[in-house]
């Protein structure tokens, strides 16, 4: 069979004359032959595939710039590279599904036709940060309030001041209060004052105590900084925000929960289904940071609304302990250890049990009728 004519090509691909030309002029699919005089292109039939190969990638989305990628490469690698892309579009599906389901539950909240149909709740708390065996200073911060709960992880030489300055941000919602109808306003407006906060006292000296497995190196773009894991109590949900490799824990019905994902390189590369979550765990890049407060690092929060019910236990804390307790052992803890604060020396104490490489701050709430 000869070639064929752009006409007949585009037909046989169910591409366009005009995408060809583009895909040419790009580089992702060069005619066999190109008539000097006349300026025809001309395809060979063998070309067929990459042209619904191209086809097919950009019908999921994928940027032309990373089409050629995935051309140039062998089958197996090129389906390992459609798979992390499709990853990556899930997971920013999931975020923005996130973000639309926070929002149609602020809105619906907002609606004067609606009354509270659930009795009033509170919350009993404490808090606990502890340096840690290994490490000289603490850079951690951990706040408990009557209607703050907040856990930062300071990084890099100005660590301590990052952390305290984020959380002291936040503090003005438990004693200024949230305007009505304002909670996704105010939510926002404290996480920049918070991003603000934290670029003012963080600088770009190194500290021999700090955690070099943040910061530049985590691909931030800063060289110090902080996580942020809050959640403010509004009397029968709780507001979350998150950024970074702290977490945020629900122990409810005697299951045990992760509510936050971490916002790290590694756990990126288990969303992609380049590493398994047990690689993960023992990946020696495990704190490397996606998402932080910091200079020239991303920002962007996690915000989402969790509805509380009597009985519910909350637990946020650092990366000092979830990287060295197991998740079952945080579970028995928190199920075990009635009172918040025995439940927070209990939690610190396994962390160092378990050689308290790094500092841990723990805050465990219980919502109560």
Request: net charge negative.
């Given at each position: 069979?000869?070639l064929?004519?752009i006409?007949a090509?585009?037909?046989?691909?169910?591409?366009s004359p005009?995408?060809?030309r583009?895909?040419d002029?790009?580089?992702?699919l060069t005619p066999a032959?190109?008539d000097?005089?006349?300026?025809y292109?001309h395809?060979a039939?063998?070309?067929l595939?990459?042209a619904?190969?191209?086809?097919?990638?950009?019908r999921?989305?994928?940027p032309?710039a990373?089409?050629?990628?995935?051309?140039a490469?062998?089958?197996?690698?090129?389906?390992?590279e459609?798979?992390?892309f499709?990853?990556?579009?899930?997971?920013?599906?999931a975020?923005?599904?996130?973000?639309?389901?926070f929002?149609v539950?602020h809105l619906?909240?907002?609606?004067?036709?609606m009354?509270?149909?659930t009795?009033?709740?509170?919350i009993r708390?404490a808090?606990?940060?502890?340096?840690?065996l290994?490490?000289?200073?603490n850079?951690d911060?951990?706040y408990?309030?009557?209607?703050?709960?907040?856990v930062?992880?300071?990084?890099?030489?100005t660590?301590?001041?990052a952390s305290?300055a984020?959380?002291?941000?936040?503090?003005?919602?438990?004693?200024?209060?949230?305007p009505?109808?304002?909670?996704?306003?105010?939510?926002?407006?404290?996480?920049?004052?918070?991003?603000r906060?934290?670029q003012?006292?963080?600088?770009?000296?190194?500290?021999?105590?700090a955690d070099?497995?943040s910061?530049a190196?985590a691909g931030?773009?800063t060289?110090a900084g902080t996580?942020?894991?809050a959640?403010?109590?509004?009397g029968?949900q709780l507001?979350?925000v998150h950024?970074?490799?702290?977490?945020?824990?629900l122990?409810?019905?005697?299951?045990?929960?992760?509510i936050?994902?971490?916002?790290?390189?590694?756990?990126s590369l288990?969303?992609?289904?380049r590493?398994?979550?047990?690689?993960a765990?023992?990946?020696?890049?495990?704190?490397?940071?996606?998402r932080?407060?910091?200079r020239g690092?991303d920002?962007?929060?996690?915000?989402r609304l969790?509805?509380a019910?009597?009985?519910?236990?909350y637990l946020?804390?650092?990366?000092g302990?979830?990287?060295?307790v197991p998740s079952?052992?945080i579970?028995?803890?928190?199920?075990?250890?009635?009172?918040?604060?025995r439940?927070?020396?209990?939690?610190?104490g396994l962390?160092?049990?378990?050689?308290?490489?790094d500092?841990v701050?723990?805050v465990v709430?219980?919502v109560?009728?």
């Amino acid at each position: 069979m000869g070639l064929l004519t752009i006409g007949a090509f585009a037909k046989a691909s169910r591409l366009s004359p005009k995408a060809l030309r583009l895909y040419d002029e790009l580089g992702l699919l060069t005619p066999a032959r190109v008539d000097p005089v006349t300026g025809y292109r001309h395809y060979a039939p063998e070309q067929l595939e990459q042209a619904r190969l191209v086809a097919w990638l950009r019908r999921i989305g994928m940027p032309l710039a990373r089409i050629r990628r995935v051309c140039a490469l062998e089958p197996e690698p090129a389906a390992q590279e459609i798979r992390s892309f499709w990853a990556g579009v899930e997971a920013d599906t999931a975020a923005r599904r996130d973000l639309a389901a926070f929002l149609v539950d602020h809105l619906s909240r907002k609606d004067p036709a609606m009354t509270a149909t659930t009795a009033p709740l509170e919350i009993r708390y404490a808090a606990l940060s502890d340096t840690g065996l290994l490490r000289e200073h603490n850079q951690d911060t951990a706040y408990a309030g009557s209607r703050l709960l907040a856990v930062a992880d300071g990084f890099g030489g100005t660590g301590a001041p990052a952390s305290a300055a984020a959380v002291d941000a936040l503090r003005r919602l438990e004693t200024g209060g949230v305007p009505a109808g304002g909670l996704l306003d105010a939510l926002q407006d404290a996480v920049e004052q918070a991003a603000r906060a934290v670029q003012d006292v963080t600088g770009t000296g190194t500290d021999p105590d700090a955690d070099t497995a943040s910061g530049a190196e985590a691909g931030t773009g800063t060289g110090a900084g902080t996580t942020l894991t809050a959640m403010l109590w509004t009397g029968s949900q709780l507001a979350l925000v998150h950024i970074g490799d702290s977490r945020a824990y629900l122990l409810r019905d005697d299951e045990l929960f992760r509510i936050t994902d971490d916002h790290t390189l590694v756990q990126s590369l288990v969303d992609e289904g380049r590493l398994t979550p047990e690689e993960a765990d023992s990946s020696p890049q495990r704190s490397l940071l996606r998402r932080a407060l910091g200079r020239g690092a991303d920002d962007t929060p996690d915000l989402r609304l969790q509805d509380a019910r009597p009985g519910d236990r909350y637990l946020l804390c650092s990366d000092g302990l979830s990287t060295v307790v197991p998740s079952d052992a945080i579970h028995r803890t928190l199920a075990g250890t009635p009172e918040p604060e025995r439940a927070v020396r209990a939690l610190v104490g396994l962390a160092n049990a378990s050689g308290g490489p790094d500092n841990v701050s723990c805050v465990v709430a219980d919502v109560v009728g």
